[in-house]
């Protein structure tokens, strides 16, 4: 079956590190996605990664993917109070061609000055 | 184009009310979404269009709701004789199909009181 499940909370110290995790089920998943949803506001693509990547980096953003375990994380490096917002993990099951997206219930960042 | 615009940005309705959304996606994308979305839950998918035909209805969309993309470029989502379970957030998002996600509009939130 298609499931995709987050921590709900995280909160770190501004400057910290931050690590969102997320695992799936859907072993065939060809993408898996970083969104990120401030309140009031719409989703906003962080980043992706293909289901053949292990890593991908863009800026103070980290994406690890351990296709064998169907773990996917997302290091945020030097945590901004602007950071704090919630962030939904998502892949695209490799069944059918409408490419919707099966969500996680979201990790809900706090950052503390 | 800015993006994917959704009107209203909010609606309140009596319950038994029928309500009509829009979304204006992209120009050149030619596939559209529709989504569900409650407090504390990721979106759930409700419906699939590419170009002007629907390719897709999730079984959470039941028979009071209806979807269009008449010519293939802005949607409407109705809902008739509203219920309370119906107040959530409806996003629409837009794409042409390749990994680099959706982009999301902001949303109509809808409450029915």
């Known amino acids: 079956g298609e499931d995709v499940e987050q921590s709900l909370f995280l909160s770190v110290r501004e400057g910290d590190s931050s690590v969102i995790n997320c695992t799936y089920t859907?072993?065939?998943?060809?993408?898996l996605y970083w969104y990120k949803q401030e309140p009031g506001a719409g989703l906003q693509l962080l980043t992706y990664i293909f289901s053949n990547m292990d890593m991908k980096q863009d800026q103070r953003l980290t994406v690890l993917l351990n296709k064998k375990d169907k773990h996917l994380s997302l290091r945020i490096a030097d945590t901004q109070t602007g950071d704090s917002a919630i962030y939904f993990c998502a892949e695209i099951p490799n069944a059918g061609n409408n490419r919707k997206l099966i969500w996680g219930l979201g990790t809900s960042l706090a950052v503390n000055p | 184009d800015t993006g994917v615009s959704q009107d209203p940005r909010h609606k309140i309705t009596k319950r038994g009310q029928n309500v009509t959304f829009r979304c204006d996606p992209i120009s050149e994308h030619n596939r559209l979404y529709w989504y569900r979305q409650t407090l504390g839950q990721g979106p759930e998918f409700l419906t699939y269009f590419q170009n002007e035909a629907q390719l897709e209805k999730s079984r959470l969309l039941s028979d009071r709701f209806s979807a269009e993309r008449p010519k293939g470029s802005f949607s409407t989502l109705e809902i008739q004789r509203t219920e309370q379970g119906d107040s959530a957030m409806y996003l629409c998002a837009s794409s042409l199909g390749g990994p680099d996600g959706y982009t999301f509009g902001s949303g109509t939130r809808l409450t029915v009181v």
């Open positions: 859907d072993s065939s998943s060809t993408y």
